[in-house]
């Protein structure tokens, strides 16, 4: 099993749709947890941190389930600029140091 | 958070040359790292830079290979050693703080021809 698997996508989905994603991670012990987004071409950008109460930010909900070992992002009322990959990032065991970086979905929006 | 310039951002070299690779951050960090983006996939740690002492290593990257350097807490280089077309690749720097995430330098797309 991979350390941190995603979604495979893409996800095509029209303006203004809610679109989810969904990310696990095998270990258990992991405490720091974030998404990441990419753009075509750039480099990987910090969208949020993820904590276990759940935080929003904006159009963007993230929650952290440590029971299953989930991850997951809300986008809300998705726009154009949404486009891109989406990159889910998960602590080396309890290390805030090392992280591993999950395939990424790619999300289209479309007009 | 830090601003990180990486350089160069692309290059196109001989295969059984080597690339050496800079990042420069704007501030001074705790950790810096070395990854490898293949096309189409995810980012691969290669190693984590360790300041005034060797590189630690992942899995299948080997210091004869992939030769790193951070003489200090803002610099750090990348080599890449007698290459060849698997090497092909972007290679991204990054590096944490104390009080913030991850951030990345603008990568170097690499082709060995």
């Known amino acids: 099993r991979k350390e941190v698997e995603q979604d495979p996508g893409p996800f095509n989905v029209p303006e203004g749709a809610t679109v989810a994603f969904n990310c696990t991670y095998s270990n258990s012990a992991s405490q720091s947890f974030f998404w990441y987004r990419q753009d075509c071409r750039k480099e990987p950008k910090l969208l949020m941190s993820v904590y276990s109460s759940g935080n929003e930010d904006g159009r963007f909900t993230a929650q952290l389930n440590r029971a299953s070992q989930y991850i997951s992002l809300l986008i809300r009322d998705s726009k154009l600029s949404d486009s891109a990959t989406y990159l889910c990032v998960v602590g080396v065991g309890t290390s805030y140091d090392k992280v591993i970086f999950g395939p990424g979905t790619s999300l289209s929006v479309i007009p | 958070s830090a601003v990180i310039s990486q350089k160069p951002s692309r290059d196109i070299c001989q295969r059984g040359t080597s690339l050496t690779i800079q990042c420069q951050v704007d501030?001074?960090?705790?950790?810096m790292f070395w990854y490898r983006q293949q096309p189409g996939q995810s980012l691969t740690l290669i190693a984590t830079a360790n300041q005034g002492s060797e590189a630690t290593y992942e899995s299948g990257f080997v210091i004869d290979k992939f030769p790193i350097s951070r003489p200090n807490l803002t610099f750090s280089t990348l080599t890449v050693s007698n290459m060849s077309p698997e090497d092909s690749s972007i290679y991204l720097c990054s590096a944490r703080g104390a009080n913030y995430g991850y951030t990345f330098g603008s990568g170097t797309r690499l082709t060995v021809v």
């Open positions: 501030s001074q960090v705790t950790m």
